[in-house]
């Protein structure tokens, strides 16, 4: 896919030789202990012949016992990690501390329950030296579930982060779904992190748009990965760069499903408003017949569907009278 770059804020590293840092950045709050682990060991593997890097947990006020674990304690005592509380809910918040606190020129967010292929960080390094003109990006995702996974969720799975591609796909447009990086893996430039991080801490983003202990809200990830437009670069997915997202099998279930459902929808119409997008207010007879439309469909699917519904009619017409 070609790529139209704007020069202003280009970002390159002219120097072949030069391997620039890696910020691993992981964000937790009360994570499974042997499912965190596991994501520890896969990065340690990964990291194995990186030299130049660092890890950075950031624990969202865990009360699990967290500063308890074994396996913290000794990441605690290395030379080039550290373990950090941040007492404001939710993953923005965490996010931030971790672009405040990291020193890598990349930065990578893992999820706590991501399992990053061997070679992730050496493609990372692949693809930033090839392509200088990327400020955000990500690779395929897998899910798995240790308890099989009801056939009929397979069409929501893109909501759960489930991305399967081949080639690579960059753009400068902003909210260009298809090359539009995901969370888990995402890896930005410092540039485009610190852009974030002033965008955010100037008072340009009235709420959070991502996971606040139960909450289901998202779009942060989105947000960040569209500040590399905001600065004349470009944002891409590269298949070359996997890991896999391991989930529980609450996730698969039909009541989360839905509530996952309205939030994603609720969430991005906040996420246009704030991004300058005009939201006309949703008439009421046009939001009607729209559900009435999904009675149609099985009941799930109908379900789901009127949830999208809802949680559109309901973000915008929330930012028009809350946040503009």
Same mark, same amino acid.
């Given at each position: ?156 799975? $893109? /909501?759960? #982060?489930? @991305? ?8 400068? =447009?902003?909210?260009? %779904? ?6 888990? $893996? /995402?890896? #930005?430039? @410092? ?8 965008? =955010?801490?100037?008072? %340009? ?120």
């Amino acid at each position: 896919m070609p790529l139209k770059i704007h020069l202003k804020g280009y970002w390159k590293f002219t120097t072949k030789n030069f391997m620039p840092k890696i910020s691993i950045i992981i964000c937790t709050y009360n994570p499974d202990f042997v499912v965190f682990s596991n994501c520890i060991r896969y990065i340690d593997n990964a990291t194995n012949h990186l030299e130049n890097f660092e890890i950075i947990i950031i624990d969202n006020h865990s009360n699990n016992d967290f500063h308890e674990f074994d396996f913290i304690k000794e990441i605690k005592e290395r030379i080039n990690s550290k373990v950090i509380t941040e007492p404001k809910p939710g993953l923005t918040a965490a996010r931030l501390r971790g672009i405040k606190e990291s020193k890598g020129d990349l930065l990578v967010f893992v999820d706590d329950d991501n399992l990053v292929a061997p070679d992730f960080f050496e493609k990372v390094h692949k693809i930033n030296l090839q392509y200088p003109w990327i400020g955000s990006f990500s690779g395929c995702v897998s899910i798995i579930c240790n308890k099989p996974i009801p056939e009929w969720t397979r069409k929501y799975w $893109g /909501m759960l #982060v489930h @991305r399967e591609f081949s080639g690579n796909f960059w753009t400068n =447009v902003h909210f260009d %779904q298809q090359c539009m990086p995901c969370g888990a $893996g /995402m890896v #930005v430039t @410092r540039p485009v992190a610190d852009y974030y991080l002033n965008l =955010v801490e100037s008072g %340009q983003r009235k709420i959070q748009l991502d996971r606040v202990e139960k909450q289901l809200l998202s779009g942060g990830d989105n947000d960040l990965a569209m500040c590399a437009c905001d600065l004349g670069l470009g944002m891409g997915l590269f298949s070359e760069l996997k890991l896999e997202h391991l989930l529980s099998e609450n996730r698969f279930e039909f009541t989360y499903l839905k509530n996952l459902t309205f939030n994603i929808y609720f969430s991005a119409e906040l996420l246009k408003g704030m991004r300058g997008v005009m939201l006309k207010n949703g008439k009421i007879l046009k939001y009607y017949l729209k559900l009435l439309n999904t009675f149609f469909l099985n009941y799930k699917d109908g379900a789901i569907q009127r949830a999208s519904i809802r949680g559109s009619f309901k973000g915008i017409n929330y930012y028009n009278n809350k946040l503009l």
